[in-house]
């Protein structure tokens, strides 16, 4: 992306000197487009830059999430939009914060959610509970309520009948931190 | 304090096959063992660890509680209709102690 923004200024530059060469007969190198196209470049750059950094902090969090997740359930699993982690996106008490599990799961005996693992990854102790569900559950859904150290991302692995592992998130802001 | 106060909330006649929520409260403080009285010394843990749900005697839900769970342990989830029967709860703490409670469910032919 930022080869072809660079690669497009480059380009118009020519292009621009090629009409100017046109109007005055004579190759001019005008500093208004040396400038234009060094602040275009420079953009690029930092836009770039911006990119890279974001994407490093992204996929820095993603690798922290599955190297805890590959440590506390003892295998790798895999973002899903089934697991849904319903809490508040801010909440004034952390001692107290409700929050709402959802896996969309026919909850059948050839196909069920096994367990749910609950993980406050910002608390001082990790893992929050586990939730075992039978095809008798008949929804893989519960609704209760937790302590949050600090503002945080919550973390649900749904390991389903079939051994695979199913990943939801979701980001909470508290006001009051909670003693977990 | 050991607490220890069950509530549970379910219907008592239900449809075959109904999906029905259940929802639970134990009262209970949840100590962590994080904590320290004003003299200093650490509180030590004392949770309700562990929570089942049996349906006529079959194990239909349950859940491994840890320190982050709150005060007063609040708990909903669904069950699947099948015969008339009876719903028990099951709250361990820590230490061994145990609480119960039991609610008579009817399921309409």
């Known amino acids: 992306m930022v080869q072809q923004r660079i690669g497009f200024g480059y380009g118009e530059v020519l292009g621009r000197l090629l009409v100017e060469k046109r109007k005055h007969g004579l190759l001019r190198f005008s500093g208004g487009y040396m400038q234009a196209y060094a602040r275009r470049t420079l953009l690029c750059g930092a836009f770039g830059s911006v990119l890279f950094w974001a994407g490093a902090d992204a996929a820095d969090e993603g690798a922290a999430e599955q190297e805890l997740v590959q440590r506390l359930v003892g ?79 919550v973390i649900a692995v749904a390991e389903m009948s079939d051994g695979s592992r199913l990943m939801g998130r979701a980001f909470v802001k508290v006001d009051i931190d909670g003693c977990a | 304090m050991a607490g220890g106060q069950p509530r549970v909330q379910a219907p008592g006649e239900v449809a075959k096959d109904e999906v029905f929520e259940v929802r ?43 320190e982050p769970m709150s005060a007063n342990p609040y708990l909903s989830f669904h069950v699947r209709a099948g015969q008339s029967g009876r719903l028990q709860f099951i709250w361990e703490e820590d230490g061994g102690a145990v609480f119960t409670l039991e609610k008579p469910i009817t399921v309409a032919a």
């Open chain 2, 24 to 66: 639970t409260l134990i009262t209970h403080p949840m100590e962590t063992g994080l904590r320290h009285d004003p003299a200093g010394h650490l509180i030590p843990r004392n949770i309700i660890n562990s929570f089942t749900c049996r349906y006529n005697d079959v194990v239909v839900f349950s859940v491994d509680l840890h």
């Open chain 1, 75 to 153: 295998g790798p699993a895999v973002p899903s939009p089934l697991v849904h982690v319903q809490i508040p996106p801010v909440f004034g008490n952390g001692y107290s914060v409700p929050l709402t599990l959802i896996v969309d799961s026919p909850m059948t005996t050839a196909d069920h959610v096994r367990t749910i693992h609950l993980f406050a990854p910002g608390n001082p102790i990790i893992p929050v509970a586990n939730f075992r569900f039978t095809p008798q559950s008949g929804r893989a859904a519960i609704a209760t309520r937790i302590r949050l150290a600090k503002s945080q991302t």
